[in-house]
């Protein structure tokens, strides 16, 4: 890989500020995402995936967020933190584009959908007036929508949720970017959809060559799509490793807790175990590691010192487990 | 906008015809109601309902007569039938104390307060929706909190004494702005040549205007900026900014359009009150206008010519109400649908 | 507030609350200490200024002076009940985001303007500087206001500022007797609407859309017409037009809760609709409800003052707001307090309803916000 990676986050760290001082939703996350690589960001809700999506975009919402000094998102080297407004708008769509979870809300009810994936069109390339509708039509085609015509025309609360999202991702292509964030993309649809909207994505990425950051609750997802996961608990990184490590020798007792709660067919009759207490809140997040006072694991030191990202058998963990030879 | 598109798109057409005729199928219960309220309270009223329609000077004999020709001894639903009937068609009877029949009457008198009333509503609507909007955008700003009280503090005010205010300013401190401060039309208005007589009566309009929508046009304010509020924190602003699109658009475009929608139900509820405020507005500035018509003729006890304005006024709201629900209709794809 | 000091502790600061409620709250800062000490001595000040016509009262008794009496010593008791209660040592300002405080305090601003208005009101005949209905015809008629007379006097001589005070009672009485109509008449016809459904909803709803078709000045002035005009008269036609909004309000939270589980539930073990309606539905719908009624008193208030400004409201001798305007009218330039002040005091009291009404529906929906 020459040059540097596509998308490099180091030692993000996002507050929001409440009545009682500022409450931390993301502390300390850093990944990297090269060219053509599809990453997943697995976590469960509350430990920050949303707001660091955002943050890549400078969408965090305002006045209640804010991104810290010392954090640092950089695109192919570029500082997205300190760049002014019309770079942002650029790389908006242009360069990364975003797919959210609510297909239902995501559209505007009063434009039609050819209307609104024009714009997104317009808004990054230079197509003329007479080659709009005809790049509008070959985006819904690419999103698997047959009858582009009809959908164009239509109204957003004319099409089911699976239709909707896929328009939105034609939204999210419409710039041609080169990074695509999905950012629980399928949550909100049925699971039949979801399968249809995972291997769209799928095939997507592979045909165009590009990024994927997939941010799910769901490690089954990651499984299927991605390349490398990166799991996060209490604002940043606890493991990351290629998948296939990841899935099978996991290094930190949280990816090995998510793995154990997946039900198995295989493992029928074998009680299901749960990772007992619940993740906390933005804001009160414990001490140290993050994830001691559910870890079955932890020891003295846990509580005392956050880790690092330590390198494991397969991959690297957060965890003083790696550095005691256990 | 999306009007245009509306018309013209296919399928838009049809389901539009549809929904303006079932909302004018259900106007006419409603007007048919209206009269029937309007009856019922006349009986209901103390002493003698037929006697209403007679000046008390007429001898008893002649009012006897009168009173078997016009039906006016036959059983009570006989009376309401016929009294629907005349209503619906507009035949409202005689008015002694303008000595004409009282359709005509109206008919003089409602087109001013109509010229009032729409001049006013877009006045209103007008700046409403700009101010709104604009506070929604600055929210949290200073000039954001000063109209918000700004707009309570008119909200809050008798539109009468607002325009009494408005002649005291007028005419003292104000006095060189040469504002009339009271009736339509100047003394000399008839050997003004076209144009000046258009300027002579909107130099009139100003003060009334003022009076009748400032009141409105702050709630109207209040009412779109947390409508707009509430749009700018959708999904699909979220959508819109992730397309890379600059901030003038995605307001514009976005917010407003969505925002502004609602608006127009609210002309519903604003329309009552305008009617209604047009009359007290009507008797402090001496508009000649069914306001004050009414108003004369109650204080005449011109029971028929009283009776016919109020069920006018009513026919006016549902009148204005069945505009908005098609121009909401228009505007709103989600509506033709449902 | 927990050092122990020999003198001036805590409980030496309790028992100068006996003597003045809510200092020890104000020494400590708190805002509401102020407010109490500061009515807590406006009262006892008025009590004693007024010792001569307090005394008549008790003598002479009237109706408005017993109320006068009853209000001071009821306001008294309130405050000093307020000021005395144990004040918490400081409680920590929890996560409460800054638009719900926002909104609380527009509604906490619009309740004490409120109290004070009230207040005014009920003490009228203890305010006021002069009989309202003293006519001077002599040199006292149309003076402007003055260190004597602070609003001016109108064209009898009469004190302005005593009218206006009394003219509160008169005005807020028929604001709250119609709201108190229209909230029960609203209430009802909501409920059975939502919860019977079907045609009888359907039948209620319509008439609803009827009594909104009138604009609300116009069946007054023309019930008026019909009718002799009277204060009972205005109280009850201001409530029956006034009810729409309250209906489709309750209607509404009817129908939301009306599918809900609990209601279900009891419905399966047989309660009966009565009882469902009653300690299920309508604790949902209380809040909203007094949100309606606030905004509504507000609209009562102007729709009767412009009903007695034409002349077919409140009839003199009595005196609403309104007339008193209406009386300034030949006069507007020459004596133009007498149609200012009266008018300014409709502004503040409706201000005040509509902060309160306000302030409360966005404490209650954290969506809409300051």
């Known amino acids: 890989m020459s040059g540097p990676p596509l998308l490099e986050i180091r030692d993000l760290r996002v507050v929001f500020r409440t009545v009682s001082g500022d409450a931390p939703a993301v502390d300390g996350l850093s990944i990297v995402l090269e060219a053509g690589e599809a990453l997943g960001l697995v976590g469960e809700s509350g430990c920050g995936k949303s707001v660091t999506a955002l943050s890549i975009l400078g969408l965090t919402p305002r006045p209640a967020g804010r991104v810290v000094d010392g ?73 698997g929508l047959p009858d582009a015509e009809q959908i164009a025309r239509a109204w957003p609360h004319q099409l089911s949720g699976g239709m909707r999202q896929r328009v939105l991702i034609a ?156 | 906008m999306g009007l245009g598109r509306a018309l013209v798109a296919g399928s838009g057409v049809e389901t539009l015809i549809r929904y303006v005729g079932s909302r004018l199928l259900q106007a006419i219960p409603l007007l048919i109601g209206v009269v029937t309220l309007v009856f019922v309270i006349l009986h209901l009223a103390p002493g003698d309902p037929t006697a209403i329609w007679f000046n008390p000077s007429i001898p008893p004999e002649v009012l006897e007569r009168m009173r078997e020709s016009m039906g006016l001894d036959r059983p009570l639903y006989e009376q309401y039938l016929h009294w629907l009937k005349s209503f619906l068609t507009g035949d409202f009877g005689y008015s002694y104390s303008q000595f004409r029949p009282v359709s005509e009457v109206i008919g003089d008198a409602l087109p001013n307060t109509l010229l009032l009333g729409g001049v006013c509503l877009i006045v209103v609507f007008g700046i409403g929706m700009a101010v709104g909007a604009w506070q929604a955008v600055r929210r949290h700003s200073a000039a954001d909190s000063m109209l918000t009280f700004v707009t309570l503090f008119l909200y809050s005010m008798p539109g009468f004494w607002l325009g009494l205010m408005l002649i005291l300013a007028a005419s003292t401190w104000l006095g060189w702005l040469g504002l009339p401060v009271s009736g339509m039309t100047s003394v000399d208005h008839s050997l003004l040549g076209p144009l000046d007589r258009i300027s002579d009566i909107a130099g009139h309009l100003v003060l009334p205007t003022i009076a009748l929508g ?119 794809p989600r509506v033709r649908h449902a | 507030m927990h050092e122990v000091r020999s003198n001036g502790g805590p409980s030496a600061r309790r028992e100068l609350d006996l003597l003045f409620p809510g200092l020890s709250r104000a020494l400590a800062g708190r805002g509401s200490g102020f407010l109490l000490l500061g009515a807590w001595l406006s009262l006892l000040a008025l009590a004693v200024y007024r010792r001569p016509r307090i005394a008549e009262f008790i003598s002479h008794p009237t109706g408005s002076g017993l109320v006068a009496l009853a209000s001071l010593v009821g306001l008294l008791a309130l405050t000093w009940i307020a000021g005395t209660r144990a004040v918490d040592p400081g409680d920590p300002s929890g996560a409460v985001p800054a638009s719900r405080l926002r909104s609380d305090r527009r509604a906490a601003i619009g309740i004490g303007l409120l109290v004070v208005l009230g207040s005014a009101a009920l003490l009228a005949p203890l305010l006021a500087p002069f009989d309202p209905d003293l006519i001077d015809l002599g040199a006292g008629r149309l003076l402007a206001p003055s260190a004597s007379h602070w609003m001016g006097t109108d064209e009898l001589g009469r004190d302005l500022f005593s009218r206006v005070l009394y003219g509160a009672r008169v005005s807020l009485l028929i604001g709250f007797l119609a709201i108190a109509i229209a909230v029960t008449i609203g209430t009802a016809v909501g409920a059975v609407a939502g919860y019977a459904g079907g045609w009888l909803d359907a039948l209620l709803m319509r008439t609803v859309d009827l009594f909104l078709s009138f604009p609300r000045l116009v069946l007054l002035i023309t019930v ?42 009891a419905r399966a073990m047989g309660y009966g609709s009565g009882r469902i309606l009653r300690r299920h539905v309508l604790p949902n719908v209380a809040t909203p409800i007094i949100v309606a009624a606030t905004l509504g008193i507000g609209n009562a208030i102007l729709a009767e003052a412009a009903l007695s400004y034409l002349g077919l409201g409140v009839q003199p001798p009595t005196a609403s707001w309104g007339t008193i305007i209406q009386s300034g009218g030949d006069r507007l330039v020459d004596a133009w307090w007498i149609t200012t002040f009266p008018g300014l005091a409709i502004v503040l009291t409706v201000m005040s309803f509509n902060l309160v009404g306000d302030g409360l529906r966005d404490a209650l929906d954290p969506r809409r916000g300051g």
């Open chain 1, 171 to 326: 939204i999210a292509l419409a710039g041609d970017p080169d990074l695509l964030i999905a950012d629980e993309a399928t949550s909100a649809l049925d699971v039949t959809v979801q399968a249809t909207i995972l291997e769209l994505l799928d095939r997507l990425r592979r045909d165009r060559s590009m990024a994927l950051l997939l941010i799910t609750h769901d490690l089954a997802v990651a499984a299927r799509m991605t390349d490398r996961i990166a799991v996060m608990y209490g604002g940043h990184i606890v493991e990351e490793g290629d998948t296939r490590s990841v899935l099978d020798r996991p290094a930190h007792p949280y990816t090995a807790g998510l793995l154990n709660s997946i039900p198995d067919p295989a493992r029928r009759g074998v009680r299901l175990e749960a990772i007992p207490g619940s993740v906390p809140g933005i804001g009160s997040w414990p001490g140290g590691c993050t994830f001691h006072p559910r870890c079955s694991r932890s020891f003295a030191r846990c509580e005392a010192e956050s880790p690092p990202l330590l390198v494991g058998p397969a991959t690297r963990a957060a965890c003083w487990l790696l550095e005691t030879d256990e």
């Open chain 3, 224 to 265: 008026v017409a019909l009718f002799e005009p009277s204060i009972p008269l205005i109280v009850v036609v201001l409530g029956l037009t006034g009810w729409m909004g309250v209906s489709r309000l309750v209607r509404g939270q009817v129908l939301s809760v009306r599918e809900r589980e609990y209601v279900q539930a």
């Open chain 2, 214 to 332: 400032l009141g409105s046009a702050a709630g109207v304010t209040r009412y779109v900026r947390g409508e707009m509020l509430e749009v700018l924190g959708q999904d699909y602003m979220r959508t819109a900014r992730a397309k890379g699109l600059t901030e003038r658009t995605v307001i514009l475009r976005h917010a407003l359009r969505n925002a502004l929608l609602p608006v127009v139900s609210l002309l519903g509820l604003y329309l009552p009150l305008l009617f209604g405020g047009a009359l007290v507005i009507e008797v402090v500035f001496s508009w000649p206008g069914m306001g004050r018509l009414m108003y004369d003729a109650v204080l005449a006890r011109d029971y028929p010519l009283v009776l016919a304005a109020s069920f006018l006024f009513a026919v006016l709201v549902i009148a204005g109400n069945l505009l908005a629900d098609v121009l909401y209709a228009l505007v709103d």
């Open chain 1, 71 to 143: 954090s640092s998102i950089r695109l192919r080297g570029e500082e997205l933190l300190r760049a002014g407004p019309e770079r942002m708008r650029e790389v908006r769509g242009g360069e990364i584009g975003i797919v959210f979870q609510e297909p239902m809300t995501s559209l505007n009810p009063v434009l039609r959908v050819g209307d609104q994936v024009a714009e997104a069109v317009r808004a990054h390339l230079p197509v003329g007036r007479a080659a709009l509708p005809g790049r509008v039509m070959e985006l819904l085609e690419t999103v």
